[in-house]
């Protein structure tokens, strides 16, 4: 692979989009080694997947404009499916992922990030969607995602006037979950997919699907799912051993996802 560098260190695994010359934008290539990269991780020792760019300056600064520039109608549809399928196989991967967002998170960027389950920025990371000023609409799910995340109003903002967000604003709208200086972005990211790590696995499975399956459909039916996921933790060894510990007084084991 050229542009996508992928280390796994023992349960966790980070992603790096490496094409830090044009700071990390996803051009084809990209897109397909990042597509293959995540057919390839193992999910029998992988409990949690960080994503992240090359360098300290940008995430992503988006989908490739140089490329964009010449397409037509049906390959611009195909582009967009091309990342769509990526960050849709990305958002519904068993495991939690979660984006350090190491500065630019722009257009493609910004979608990339929302595809992850939880975003962790830098100080001196910047959101937003600037397809509009290009000509285009955001075409890898920025119109869908970002306002499903923040109030619709500033959404809409941000899609129509391309404004940009700094990483305090992104933190008070409750696009990221916490800011770090750039230097502490990724051992903060490895620490909390530490944590989600040593908690038993199926059970951290079965939680984000209920969340994105629940998101989908009405509450009665959201209640349905995680009732059923719900009822199948309680045939797993990773229950009866957490629940025994607990009633022990001892230490949570070392789960053993099964
Ligand atoms: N596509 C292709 N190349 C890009 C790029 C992009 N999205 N963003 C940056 N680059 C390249 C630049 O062309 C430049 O290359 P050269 O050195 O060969 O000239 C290199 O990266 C460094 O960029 P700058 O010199 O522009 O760096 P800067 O610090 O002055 O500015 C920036 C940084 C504000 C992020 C600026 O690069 C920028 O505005 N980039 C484009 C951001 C953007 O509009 N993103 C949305 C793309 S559309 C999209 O993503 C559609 C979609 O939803 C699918």
Redesign the pocket.
Known sequence: MNFIQYEQKGAIAVLTIARE???N???SQVLDEMDAAVDAINLDEVRCLIITGAGQ??FV????????STLTKAEGEA??KK?NDVFRKIETLPIPVIAAVNG?A????C?LSMSCDIRLASENA?F????T??G?????G?TQRLARIIPVGKAKEMLYAGTKIKADEALALGLVNAVYPVEELLPAAEKLAGKIARNAPIAVRASKKAVNDGLQVSIDEAIAIEEKLFGSCFETEDQVNGMKAFLNKEKAPAFQNK
């Open positions: 010359k044009a700071l934008a996803l051009n300056k940008s600064a988006g989908a490739d404009i140089g490329e964009m582009f967009g990342g630019f722009l257009g493609g960027g979608e910047v937003g969607q600037p397809e000023g290009l285009i609409t955001p075409g890898f920025g």
